[in-house]
């Protein structure tokens, strides 16, 4: 593994940017990077060894979905209906 230095260039997310650029190590841990500064739009943020984060949407409608299945199975079918209906209504106009 290469040591790592102040100022050396990495690539890793941008939480900012929401995506991968290059950034700049503004401080370490030990040997690891602790603090990185995106290069393209200077936002300093931890080290996220180049992962996105998950997507939160997703997992609150499926945990919304599920409880509302529990407790009202009716209304839950009744939730995706109108999304059927709006894309049939989009489709022939």
């Not at 690539?11 to 603090?35: F, Q």
């Amino acid at each position: 593994m290469a040591e790592f230095r102040l100022g050396d260039d990495i690539d890793d997310y941008c939480v900012k940017c929401r995506r991968l650029t290059n950034h700049s190590i503004v401080s370490l841990l030990g040997t690891r990077p602790a603090k990185m500064r995106c290069r393209t739009c200077y936002h300093e943020h931890d080290f996220r060894n180049g992962e996105a984060p998950p997507k939160k949407d997703t997992r609150k409608e499926a945990l919304f979905k599920q409880v509302l299945a529990t407790v009202d199975p009716a209304a839950a079918e009744s939730l995706e209906e109108p999304k059927k209906a709006k894309a049939r209504a989009k489709k022939s106009v």
